[in-house]
């Protein structure tokens, strides 16, 4: 049975970590627990195409709070855990491990998931997919000088992507399917 005032935030990523500490600062008292997939405390995603693919080390810069955060917030993070079931008539979320988590509210911040390419799924060689911190790491030990990429995806994202890489001395060519490079964003005058 959960706690009265229990809440289960589900997806560690920034939008859960930011809603933990409103939680707390709009005067919740109650059991917080936050669940993430990743083994990583909760970090920013926007670096991963900047900082973390140009600096090797810029990973600890990204996280959403201090270290000691969760411990003097009393939310209890557990990383590295996968929810895989919600059962909402029990208000209970079973895990990857087997293990079952009883909550008075649960709140869904999973966000979304980089689109797979289906002739070129993840895992394929040469093929990355930036959407976690260990995406970005697994692409920035292939950005060598004379390295040849290919972005697909003329976005903020790949553009990002390509320019670390271009910077960092790699071939790059952007392919996008629109007619120009940030379609969806800018005025066809920029």
Same mark, same amino acid.
């Given at each position: 049975?959960?706690? &009265?005032? %229990?809440? !289960?935030?589900? /997806?560690? *990523?920034?939008?859960?970590?930011?809603?933990?500490?409103?939680?707390?600062? $709009?005067? #919740?008292?109650?059991?917080?627990?936050?669940? /993430? =997939?990743?083994?990583?405390?909760?970090?920013?995603?926007?670096? $991963?195409?900047?900082?973390?693919? #140009?600096?090797? /080390?810029? #990973? *600890?810069?990204?996280?959403?709070?201090?270290?000691?955060?969760?411990?003097?917030?009393?939310?209890?993070?557990?990383? *590295?855990? +996968?929810?895989?079931?919600?059962?909402?008539?029990? =208000?209970?979320?079973?895990? &990857?491990?087997?293990?079952?988590?009883?909550?008075?509210?649960? !709140?869904?911040?999973?966000?979304?998931?980089?689109? +797979?390419?289906? %002739? !070129?799924?993840? /895992?394929?060689?040469?093929? #990355?997919?930036?959407?976690?911190?260990?995406?970005? &790491?697994? $692409?920035?030990?292939?950005?060598?000088?004379?390295?040849?990429?290919?972005?697909?995806?003329?976005?903020?994202?790949?553009?990002?992507?390509? %320019?670390?890489?271009?910077?960092?001395? &790699?071939?790059?060519?952007?392919?996008? %399917?629109?007619?120009?490079? $940030?379609?969806?964003? !800018?005025?066809?005058?920029?």
């Amino acid at each position: 049975m959960a706690d &009265a005032d %229990s809440i !289960l935030i589900i /997806g560690a *990523g920034q939008t859960g970590a930011v809603a933990a500490a409103a939680l707390r600062d $709009l005067g #919740h008292e109650g059991p917080i627990t936050l669940i /993430g =997939r990743e083994a990583h405390a909760p970090y920013e995603r926007p670096p $991963l195409s900047k900082d973390v693919l #140009h600096a090797p /080390g810029a #990973h *600890g810069q990204t996280a959403v709070h201090p270290e000691d955060f969760y411990e003097r917030q009393r939310v209890t993070l557990l990383t *590295g855990t +996968e929810a895989v079931q919600i059962d909402p008539a029990r =208000r209970l979320v079973r895990l &990857a491990d087997g293990r079952g988590l009883p909550y008075s509210r649960c !709140l869904l911040a999973t966000g979304g998931s980089a689109r +797979e390419l289906p %002739s !070129l799924p993840r /895992g394929t060689p040469g093929v #990355h997919y930036i959407r976690t911190l260990d995406d970005a &790491a697994a $692409l920035r030990a292939g950005l060598i000088p004379q390295a040849r990429v290919a972005v697909i995806g003329g976005g903020f994202l790949g553009l990002e992507v390509a %320019s670390t890489a271009r910077a960092l001395g &790699a071939e790059v060519t952007v392919l996008e %399917s629109a007619p120009r490079l $940030l379609e969806r964003v !800018l005025p066809p005058a920029l």
